[in-house]
């Protein structure tokens, strides 16, 4: 016997027709807007920049120029994934809604990330084997320039995060996470993050190595700073393919929630043994669980769904349970 069902905390999620809704990820309004704003400033420098560049015949304002629509590229990548999301929240065509398309954003844009790592690796070992004329005033100016944008960018985004509410009303486990375990939480939004972020570190790089090659003569310095800027970057890229890797791929029974079923389970007054178990994740803290339960006394799914909804975070439950007397499939 199969039961689906959701949680009192996704009640909201039924329609008027009696069947279960999907939009099961939470709107972030803030984050939207807050990601457009970000990328319209990052593509008004970008163009500055080339403009710039092609005008004062400076091949590092075009460099930076050229690097930075990278970053615009991603920023609306990020952007378009969050109306996508919202547009199609309510087409039956996704089964489990339409959170992953942020999360796809977020794969997509790392990728970009780690091209971009690449690149920035390339042009630094070319540039330190053939060394080259560098216009330092032109140069630092320029950087700083870039660091005070990336850093408005930044706190846009970082503040974006605010547009929702984690908290879980259960306070066995969770309690009330911080602002940065949000912002991890939404990997759209840390992906565009991370391009703004990553875009600042090798722009403070770059500010330490013009100075030092300045004051000091240390031509080498600017590609060097290039090449640990590139690993940071790449890290930083790794780690974000990583995550939203794991999550397109359903690969969640590492989640601690997986833990808190399997106790729920275990302490029920009701004697049950697990015989197969599904989780995996529809939100930014959601999670929809195929349980199948053999247990020894005649009972209903409805019980079991009752006894996990203490776990707010569970949003669609189904529940198949094998009565006494029952086959057991091995």
């Not at 140069?139 to 944008?149: Q, R």
């Not at 565009?192 to 100075?211: C, G, K, N, Q, R």
């Not at 090659?213 to 090449?227: E, N, Q, T, V």
């Amino acid at each position: 016997m199969t039961t689906p069902a959701a949680s009192p905390s996704s009640a909201k999620a039924w329609t008027d027709t009696g069947r279960h809704s999907h939009a099961f990820g939470e709107a972030n309004p803030l984050a939207e807007r807050r990601t457009r704003w970000a990328m319209w400033i990052t593509l008004a420098m970008m163009v500055a920049e080339i403009i710039g560049g092609w005008y004062y015949n400076s091949m590092a304002l075009l460099a930076d120029g050229w690097h930075m629509s990278s970053h615009a590229l991603a920023l609306g990548l990020a952007a378009f994934a969050y109306v996508a999301a919202r547009k199609l929240a309510h087409d039956r065509r996704f089964s489990f809604g339409t959170w992953k398309i942020e999360v796809l954003a977020s794969y997509t844009s790392a990728i970009c990330l780690l091209g971009v790592a690449l690149l920035m690796l390339i042009q630094s070992g070319e540039r330190l084997l053939n060394p080259g004329a560098i216009h330092y005033d032109e140069a630092i100016a320029l950087a700083v320039l870039g660091l005070a944008v990336n850093l408005v960018c930044a706190w846009l985004l970082k503040d974006g995060h605010h547009g929702h509410d984690h908290g879980h009303g259960h306070g066995h486990a969770h309690g009330d996470e911080s602002h940065a375990d949000e912002l991890h939480h939404d990997l759209n939004l840390r992906a565009a993050y991370i391009h703004v972020l990553a875009d600042a570190a090798t722009s403070v790089l770059a500010i330490l190595a013009l100075f030092g090659g300045k004051l000091w003569g240390a031509d080498w310095l600017d590609p060097a700073m290039g090449i640990v800027g590139a690993g940071l970057v790449g890290k930083w890229s790794l780690g974000l393919l990583r995550d939203s890797g794991k999550v397109l791929l359903d690969a969640e029974m590492d989640a601690p929630v997986v833990a808190e079923i399997e106790e729920v389970i275990a302490a029920s007054p009701v004697p049950a043994r697990i015989r197969d178990l599904h989780v995996w994740r529809v939100g930014q803290g959601s999670y929809a669980c195929i349980l199948s339960l053999e247990v020894d006394v005649p009972t209903t799914p409805e019980y079991f769904r009752q006894q996990l909804a203490v776990h707010e975070e569970l949003v669609h439950i189904t529940v198949e349970l094998i009565q006494p007397g029952e086959a057991v499939a091995r």
